[in-house]
């Protein structure tokens, strides 16, 4: 059964840069598109962006300047890096895996997510 | 690009049928196939409950279904239960080759 699980910072200071990690369990990076998507604290869902396995990746048009998805294949996890963040990056930053290869629209898998807040 | 919009809150009493709307433009919900509704439980992981407008995963029960007409999609809760009180989101594909989510609908059983 493939497992997702988000780790990294939970403060992050602000012009720094936010930096996760996704780690696929029971499963390959093989194939699917990965995206990350986060959740400020009582709001609604944003699509942060996606790599595919040969390393293509695709970003959200208003985060696409400062945001960088990568994967490390022989680790089988997949990483964001968010630069410059402000009081509005904090929210929880869910990975997730679509319901199907060749497709990024939907997500059937999910992290159990995590909190980044940003403050000095 | 900007959010789908969604109503903030929708109720209904049990075994009654209710309807959220997520509403785009042509460029997005109007222009694809590619809508997905999600359920998101306090302290969750959204839960994906229909995919390409209609679908309904594995195991999602069938009182769940999806629409579309126009730049409208529409997801109907039937026989309404309880434990169907949860946040509703809705996705959709958009021209940019990006994905937009929806604000949010509350769902509230009376």
């Known amino acids: 059964q493939v497992q997702l699980q988000e780790s990294g910072p939970g403060l992050v200071k602000p012009s720094e840069t936010l930096s996760l990690t996704c780690t696929v369990s029971g499963g390959s990076l093989s194939g699917y598109y990965w995206s990350w998507i986060r959740q400020p604290p009582g709001r609604g869902l944003e699509w942060i962006g996606y790599i595919y396995d040969s390393g293509s990746t695709n970003y959200n048009p208003s985060l696409k300047s400062r945001v960088t998805i990568s994967a490390d294949m022989s680790k089988n996890q997949f990483s964001l890096k968010l630069s410059s963040v402000t009081a509005a990056d904090t929210a929880l930053y869910f990975c997730?895996?679509?319901?199907?290869?060749?497709?990024?629209?939907?997500?059937?898998?999910w992290g159990r997510g995590t909190l980044v807040t940003v403050s000095s | 690009q900007s959010a789908l919009t969604q109503p903030a809150s929708v109720s209904g009493s049990p075994g009654q049928s209710i309807t959220i709307s997520c509403t785009g433009t042509s460029s997005d919900v109007g222009g694809y196939t590619y809508v997905s509704w999600y359920q998101q439980l306090p302290g969750k992981a959204p839960k994906l409950i229909i995919y390409?407008?209609?679908n309904r995963p594995s195991g999602v029960s069938n009182r769940f279904s999806g629409s579309k007409s126009g730049n409208t999609a529409s997801l109907t809760i039937s026989g309404l239960q309880a434990e169907d009180e949860a946040d509703y989101y809705c996705s959709s594909y958009t021209s940019s080759s990006a994905l937009v989510f929806g604000g949010g609908t509350k769902l509230a059983v009376l």
């Open positions: 390409g407008v209609r």
């Open positions: 997730a895996r679509p319901g199907g290869m060749g497709y990024f629209y939907y997500f059937d898998l």
